[in-house]
């Protein structure tokens, strides 16, 4: 992605699982080519709601076998429906940070790393979940919109806004420029998350990868390094485990209760005026 120009397809095109394939063409954001259903007619149960959900959208149905479904599938099951679609084509960053709506601060999860497809899905499921408002990834070193991927987003690619960057660094800068905190996630970090006084406002959750965690650089131009409070014997969560706990952080933040004696929101953490310093 160079510029101002088309950012690159980031994959997609075949959806596997009930709730991916529904969101697929529930959405209809991507032209959606055909669909396989397991069965032998419209009105097998229980995929008749889906059946008539992909005709009223004009996309051609096809049973099929079982068998004939696991031929072609890439995952381990794919629920008896799948289908073919155009790729989902990523935004560029600047279009995700032009200024939000009030009352709505940014919120961004920025992957530094994250290669495993099932965490991928997982971390974009919890993301339209929790309402984040974006999420960053890499050219390089990052996992693909797989099948596995987009099953395990259960519709959530076709929500969520996903942005394809040359670099992590550079995005963070980027999004510094733009007013935008970035706390990066670290098991070592020296913040507790739910004392964190910045989530409440612009901000961007920076997770690692399944190994190194955060890489060095991107921990340089992280605003903060908060850990998630742990209790148990292990050192740390899995990637897709914490940013679920931190997304719903957020989100508690925002707009559920405030815990007894946390900031109220809008203020920001003292000696700390502007992202970046």
Do not use: Y
Request: charged share 15%.
């Amino acid at each position: 992605m160079k510029g101002g120009s088309r950012p690159d397809a980031l994959g997609g095109e075949q959806v596997e699982g009930h709730h991916a394939v529904h969101e697929l063409l529930a959405a209809g954001r991507r032209a959606t080519h055909r669909v396989w259903v397991a069965g032998a007619h419209a009105t097998s149960e229980p995929m008749s709601p889906l059946v008539r959900l992909a005709h009223d959208r004009g996309v051609q149905v096809l049973f099929k076998t079982a068998d004939e479904l696991t031929q072609v599938a890439r995952t381990g099951a794919p629920q008896g429906v799948i289908a073919w679609a155009d790729p989902v084509v990523p935004v560029l960053l600047g279009s995700l940070i032009v200024p939000g709506s009030p009352g709505r601060p940014h919120f961004f999860l920025v992957l530094d790393g994250v290669t495993d497809p099932g965490n991928f899905g997982s971390l974009l499921r919890s993301a339209a979940c929790a309402g984040v408002g974006g999420v960053v990834v890499a050219h390089h070193r990052s996992a693909a919109l797989t099948p596995a991927a987009v099953k395990a987003a259960a519709g959530a690619v076709e929500h969520v806004p996903i942005s394809l960057v040359p670099g992590i660094p550079a995005a963070l800068q980027q999004l510094t420029k733009a007013g935008i905190w970035s706390v990066g996630l670290d098991p070592v970090g020296k913040e507790d998350l739910w004392r964190t006084t910045l989530l409440d406002g612009p901000v961007a959750l920076v997770l690692g990868s399944e190994g190194r965690g955060l890489s060095h650089l991107v921990r340089q131009r992280c605003d903060l390094l908060a850990r998630i409070p742990q209790s148990g014997p292990l050192a740390s969560l899995n990637v897709a485990a914490a940013a679920a706990v931190a997304c719903f952080e957020v989100a508690r933040q925002r707009f559920g209760m405030q815990q007894p004696g946390m900031q109220e929101p809008g203020m920001q953490q003292p000696g700390m005026q502007q992202p970046g310093m």
